[in-house]
């Protein structure tokens, strides 16, 4: 198995940065690649980036292209997930998974999640 804990989350106002991190731990090894994603209340879950394990390749998804950056750290185990200019629609309780293919961009292709973290972000 592998065991993800997100972090970094919080409330920031609108124009303000966050950096979110995942760390993971367990058989990390069986995995390709791992992603972020995001919920808001009322809203379906939504692909937010990924990253690959083993070389520099990441991959966006449209709505967050040019705010959000995804990189990594293989010597830590983690992901990270920098934003900037945060707007008020960016709330949402933000979850890292991991997958086996890339870039797998429906959360049906990740097998873990981690337990979330919640931004929060006010006008």
């Known amino acids: 198995q592998v065991h993800l804990v997100e972090s970094g989350g919080g409330l920031v106002q609108a124009e303000d940065s966050l950096r979110l991190a995942c760390a993971a731990s367990?058989?990390?090894?069986?995995?390709?690649?791992m992603g972020w994603f995001r919920q808001a209340p009322g809203k379906k879950r939504e692909f937010v980036a990924a990253?690959?394990?083993?070389?520099?390749?990441?991959y966006y998804s449209d709505s967050v292209k040019g705010r959000f950056t995804i990189s990594r750290d293989n010597a830590q185990n983690t992901v990270y997930l920098q934003i900037h200019s945060l707007k008020p629609e960016d709330t949402a309780v933000y979850y890292c998974?991991?997958?086996?293919?890339?870039?797998?961009?429906?959360?049906?292709?990740?097998?873990?999640w981690g337990q979330g973290t919640q931004v929060t972000v006010s006008s």
């Open positions: 367990g058989d990390t090894l069986s995995y390709y690649a």
């Open positions: 990253v690959k394990w083993t070389v520099v390749d990441v």
């Open positions: 998974a991991v997958a086996r293919s890339y870039p797998a961009t429906s959360s049906d292709e990740y097998d873990y």
